[in-house]
């Protein structure tokens, strides 16, 4: 593929708002996740909560869009000067040629979750206040961005539940290629919320401790909410070294299971070769891999299967979901932005949490940071329903 | 710019529309249209367990996928996928969110599964073992629109045959008060890049502010404007009167699709 810029990003987790923060908190190894207190959720787990996501006003205009997605994707939005670039690239190309294309899982159904508390006793209808358009849909967060944006061109949510995120720089990409649009908004929004909290729980998926991403004792994700942004364009002639590259894609399905990925992670392996495959790259070329990592024991054994089988043993590779928390359709967007930051800084973030690796998988699992020159790196994203996409980014600098 | 795609199958399942064949005498205004619930056929290519748990999404969108492919002649193991509805299973949702707001909030891992807006898309690939690219999108009332945008960048760019799987379900009250989704409508797709033999239609598409088509039927357009999935009729009305024309479809509200077909 022509490689494409990612020209602007930021990212706003539990962990922190924007760039500055989430990189501290990497070189800090401080971790987001704390003991559940969110809404009256009675579950004995950690989660990764963004503070202060419910004094974000909307603006007025926009004011039907009110739902904590919607709230945190601008919050979100306005760090690192995003929506100031995006009003540049509008400024350059024009409203109908920035597309939007954003992940998410869950987009606004806690305000639905909300609303069904407050049914008529008698008619059983939901609060006049309850707007399922902009809030509950799975496009309500892309809408919000468009409308925000006053954008006019392609805009869709992806909705491929925790590849979402990653899913949303292919449709870019393609939609770039064919000479639809000049730029995209893309990455991912998710908040939290009671479906995935005692979904996730039903399922026997979430640890009662901060998550241990492969660790020999890992039992179970800590669920997070996040919103990650960037900026595609095409590839000018002339970059910073620093700049960071969308190199390669990979994208496959494994037609196995609806909540269990392949045992092998046959799947995941085709991700990551047709992702290398599509940079014209060998698997040397790669210097570290942002893991999935969610913490299940089947998701983590598979993952590690599909690396070693792809990459060899020696590969630097951690997941971040240990400070994050799992962050679902945003999971893909946050870890592309730390994936920059870390081309950008030279730095192999440690996983958080883990105590014991997982003497089964045969990985390079980075447990202490690591600070050296970084000049490709690939990030893992897999989905409920066997959705596998890795995407692979490099610095300018070292083509 | 312009994008161009042969489409080579066609799947069609609504209220009154039982699939492709018979539905065209009906689109083309030989036969009166005459509305009835959609039926749904059984996933029979599912394993027993999900066949069990899967709800009308799934159901819908195997039997309009299926029905594309099988007209084209291929496999579906070996196309890539775009599936695009404009939200998620109501009626799966409906009881999530009851049981959230009750006492016991303990819901099933089938209803958690059927929660996410790619279980379709996950039953799919399942069924016919498709281990190819996906596209999983929602755009509310543009989601055809979005569908068929992103399966034609598909067949341009990557030069590959890509099902576009199109499909929504009804929502039950109380949520219906506010997304009023009758009924459950799909239509299916087998885009390719080329020319060939089994090409039934070639359809080239670019971006317009032009307003939408409304179909003559006052009942058939009652089921374009109220199902998102079938804002894509104008263009099988098209097809299924054999004649080459251009037709505007509905996407977002400051832009919609500009259709020219040509039949092959």
Redesign the interface.
């Given at each position: 593929m022509n490689s494409l810029w990612l020209s602007h990003f930021t990212a706003t987790s539990s962990i922190g708002r924007g760039l500055d923060q989430t990189l501290a908190a990497l070189r800090q190894r401080r971790a987001g996740l704390v003991p559940c207190a969110f809404d009256s959720v009675d579950l004995a787990t950690f989660i990764g909560k963004v503070p202060g996501v419910d004094a974000v006003p909307l603006p007025a205009q926009l004011a039907d869009f009110d739902c904590r997605n919607n709230r945190l994707a601008l919050l979100g939005l306005t760090q690192d000067g995003f929506a100031e670039a995006v009003h540049a690239a509008i400024e350059k190309y024009g409203a109908q040629r920035v597309g939007v294309f954003l992940g998410t899982s869950t987009s606004g159904i806690l305000q639905a979750e909300l609303a069904y508390r407050r049914r008529d006793p008698v008619t059983g209808a939901l609060p006049a206040g309850f707007i399922y358009r902009t809030t509950h849909n799975t496009f309500s967060v892309a809408d919000f961005t468009r409308l925000y944006f006053g954008l006019s061109g392609p805009a869709v949510a992806v909705s491929s539940a925790c590849s979402s995120s990653a899913k949303v720089f292919s449709s870019a990409r393609r939609m770039l290629a064919a000479g639809l649009i000049d730029a995209a908004v893309v990455g991912g929004v998710d908040s939290l919320c009671l479906t995935t909290l005692y979904g996730f729980n039903s399922l026997g998926l979430v640890s009662e401790q901060a998550c241990r991403p492969f660790d020999a004792q890992r039992n179970g994700i800590s669920i997070g909410e996040a919103a990650a942004f960037a900026l595609l364009e095409r590839s000018p002639e002339h970059l910073d070294a620093d700049a960071v590259l969308l190199l390669g894609i990979g994208e496959s399905s494994d037609a196995y299971h609806m909540s269990s990925p392949h045992p092998d992670g046959l799947g995941a392996r085709m991700a990551m070769q047709a992702a290398l495959n599509m940079a014209g790259l060998k698997p040397a070329g790669i210097d570290y891999i942002n893991l999935h990592g969610t913490a299940t024991q089947s998701n983590d054994a598979a993952e590690g299967k599909a690396v070693a089988a792809v990459f060899g043993p020696d590969i630097p590779c951690s997941s971040t979901k240990g400070a994050t928390g799992h962050t679902l359709g945003a999971a893909g967007g946050v870890e592309a932005v730390i994936c920059a930051l870390a081309l950008q800084h030279g730095l192999l973030p440690a996983g958080l949490n883990t105590q014991q690796l997982d003497s089964t998988l045969d990985l390079d699992y980075v447990l202490e940071n690591r600070e050296q020159p970084v000049t490709r790196v690939l990030s893992n994203s897999f989905g409920f329903g066997g959705t596998n996409c890795s995407l692979i980014f490099g610095r300018a600098g070292n083509p | 710019?312009r994008?161009t795609a042969y489409i080579e199958g066609i799947g069609l399942l609504g209220p009154g529309l039982s699939d492709w064949p018979s539905s065209q005498t009906v689109l083309g205004g030989k036969q009166p249209y005459q509305p009835h619930k959609t039926i749904l056929p059984p996933p029979t290519l599912l394993p027993a367990a999900?066949r069990r748990?899967s709800g009308a999404i799934v159901k819908l969108t195997l039997a309009t996928g299926l029905e594309a492919i099988a007209a084209a002649g291929l496999d579906a193991a070996n196309l890539s996928s775009v599936f695009s509805s404009?939200?998620?299973d109501g009626e799966n949702?409906h009881a999530?969110?009851?049981m959230?707001?009750s006492d016991d909030?303990?819901?099933?891992?089938t209803?958690?599964?059927n929660?996410?807006?790619?279980?379709a898309?996950?039953?799919w690939?399942?069924a016919?073992?498709?281990?190819?690219?996906?596209?999983?999108?929602?755009?509310?009332d543009?989601?055809f629109g979005?569908g068929l945008?992103?399966a034609?960048?598909?067949v341009?760019?990557?030069r590959t045959r890509t099902v576009l799987l199109a499909c929504d379900t009804a929502y039950p009250?109380?949520?219906y008060?506010?997304?009023p989704i009758p009924d459950a409508f799909g239509i299916a797709l087998v885009l390719a890049p080329q020319h060939s033999a089994r090409a039934l239609a070639k359809i080239t598409v670019n971006?317009t502010d032009a307003g939408a088509d409304r179909l003559d039927d006052a009942a058939l357009e009652s089921l374009r404007s109220n199902i998102p999935a079938a804002r894509g009729l104008p263009l099988l009305r098209a097809i299924a009167l054999r004649q080459d024309q251009r037709v505007v479809l509905d996407y977002?509200d400051?832009?919609r699709l500009a259709v020219a077909i040509a039949l092959c």
């Amino acid at each position: 593929m022509n490689s494409l810029w990612l020209s602007h990003f930021t990212a706003t987790s539990s962990i922190g708002r924007g760039l500055d923060q989430t990189l501290a908190a990497l070189r800090q190894r401080r971790a987001g996740l704390v003991p559940c207190a969110f809404d009256s959720v009675d579950l004995a787990t950690f989660i990764g909560k963004v503070p202060g996501v419910d004094a974000v006003p909307l603006p007025a205009q926009l004011a039907d869009f009110d739902c904590r997605n919607n709230r945190l994707a601008l919050l979100g939005l306005t760090q690192d000067g995003f929506a100031e670039a995006v009003h540049a690239a509008i400024e350059k190309y024009g409203a109908q040629r920035v597309g939007v294309f954003l992940g998410t899982s869950t987009s606004g159904i806690l305000q639905a979750e909300l609303a069904y508390r407050r049914r008529d006793p008698v008619t059983g209808a939901l609060p006049a206040g309850f707007i399922y358009r902009t809030t509950h849909n799975t496009f309500s967060v892309a809408d919000f961005t468009r409308l925000y944006f006053g954008l006019s061109g392609p805009a869709v949510a992806v909705s491929s539940a925790c590849s979402s995120s990653a899913k949303v720089f292919s449709s870019a990409r393609r939609m770039l290629a064919a000479g639809l649009i000049d730029a995209a908004v893309v990455g991912g929004v998710d908040s939290l919320c009671l479906t995935t909290l005692y979904g996730f729980n039903s399922l026997g998926l979430v640890s009662e401790q901060a998550c241990r991403p492969f660790d020999a004792q890992r039992n179970g994700i800590s669920i997070g909410e996040a919103a990650a942004f960037a900026l595609l364009e095409r590839s000018p002639e002339h970059l910073d070294a620093d700049a960071v590259l969308l190199l390669g894609i990979g994208e496959s399905s494994d037609a196995y299971h609806m909540s269990s990925p392949h045992p092998d992670g046959l799947g995941a392996r085709m991700a990551m070769q047709a992702a290398l495959n599509m940079a014209g790259l060998k698997p040397a070329g790669i210097d570290y891999i942002n893991l999935h990592g969610t913490a299940t024991q089947s998701n983590d054994a598979a993952e590690g299967k599909a690396v070693a089988a792809v990459f060899g043993p020696d590969i630097p590779c951690s997941s971040t979901k240990g400070a994050t928390g799992h962050t679902l359709g945003a999971a893909g967007g946050v870890e592309a932005v730390i994936c920059a930051l870390a081309l950008q800084h030279g730095l192999l973030p440690a996983g958080l949490n883990t105590q014991q690796l997982d003497s089964t998988l045969d990985l390079d699992y980075v447990l202490e940071n690591r600070e050296q020159p970084v000049t490709r790196v690939l990030s893992n994203s897999f989905g409920f329903g066997g959705t596998n996409c890795s995407l692979i980014f490099g610095r300018a600098g070292n083509p | 710019m312009r994008l161009t795609a042969y489409i080579e199958g066609i799947g069609l399942l609504g209220p009154g529309l039982s699939d492709w064949p018979s539905s065209q005498t009906v689109l083309g205004g030989k036969q009166p249209y005459q509305p009835h619930k959609t039926i749904l056929p059984p996933p029979t290519l599912l394993p027993a367990a999900e066949r069990r748990r899967s709800g009308a999404i799934v159901k819908l969108t195997l039997a309009t996928g299926l029905e594309a492919i099988a007209a084209a002649g291929l496999d579906a193991a070996n196309l890539s996928s775009v599936f695009s509805s404009s939200g998620g299973d109501g009626e799966n949702c409906h009881a999530i969110c009851e049981m959230l707001a009750s006492d016991d909030r303990q819901i099933s891992p089938t209803r958690f599964h059927n929660s996410v807006h790619n279980t379709a898309a996950g039953y799919w690939s399942i069924a016919t073992g498709a281990m190819t690219t996906s596209s999983v999108l929602s755009a509310f009332d543009a989601s055809f629109g979005a569908g068929l945008l992103e399966a034609l960048t598909q067949v341009v760019v990557d030069r590959t045959r890509t099902v576009l799987l199109a499909c929504d379900t009804a929502y039950p009250e109380p949520l219906y008060s506010t997304r009023p989704i009758p009924d459950a409508f799909g239509i299916a797709l087998v885009l390719a890049p080329q020319h060939s033999a089994r090409a039934l239609a070639k359809i080239t598409v670019n971006l317009t502010d032009a307003g939408a088509d409304r179909l003559d039927d006052a009942a058939l357009e009652s089921l374009r404007s109220n199902i998102p999935a079938a804002r894509g009729l104008p263009l099988l009305r098209a097809i299924a009167l054999r004649q080459d024309q251009r037709v505007v479809l509905d996407y977002l509200d400051s832009t919609r699709l500009a259709v020219a077909i040509a039949l092959c």
